[in-house]
């Protein structure tokens, strides 16, 4: 026998070895990671300062796309005052209505999930999902006067507001 098929038969029985040592087997398994523990919601007084900042980079975001978009989207006339023919173009106040409102509602929602829920996080994002699909029945409701894009650029405003509003709250909203 020469000595490289010495040397490897001696590796190999020695991996033979280790390989049915029981310390080594006890190692491998142990190596599955156990569930990490539920996330849990912030208290009251954090998460209302969180969806003050959910509220501002939302804002903020659709503000500027207001702006630099507005003739794009023709813009951005609806109907005021229940006229069809008295369309105007959004005044920014109506912005801040339209983004206060779902920012306070889902602060609420994940502040009522974090104290009755098991996984809270889980359902506000299922809750939040089906609230942002259902938003869009408002641009799209609107009569047929409106323009298409005007529509479109409302639309993508719920685009924009949705993931900054769910994303600030799920992440900065844990204790």
Do not use: C
């Amino acid at each position: 026998m020469t000595d490289t098929e010495n040397t490897e038969n001696t590796e190999s029985t020695q991996n033979a070895e280790s390989s049915q040592n029981p310390e080594n087997i006890e190692s491998t398994q142990n190596t599955e990671r156990s569930p990490a523990p539920p996330k849990r919601v912030a208290g009251f007084g954090k998460l209302w300062w969180v969806g003050l900042v959910a509220f501002a980079a939302a804002f903020v975001a659709n503000l500027i796309f207001y702006y630099t978009t507005n003739s794009l989207f023709d813009e951005f006339a609806i109907p005021f005052k229940g006229d069809v023919n008295n369309i105007q173009p959004i005044p920014v106040q109506i912005l801040v209505v339209f983004i206060l409102v779902p920012t306070l509602l889902a602060t609420i929602l994940l502040a009522i999930l974090g104290r009755f829920a098991a996984n809270p996080f889980r359902i506000f994002w299922i809750i939040a999902i089906i609230g942002f699909l259902a938003s869009f029945l408002l641009p799209f409701g609107l009569p047929h006067e409106v323009s298409s894009d005007a529509k479109i650029g409302l639309s993508i405003m719920h685009v924009i507001v949705f993931p900054i509003i769910a994303l600030v709250l799920t992440r900065l909203g844990r204790k």
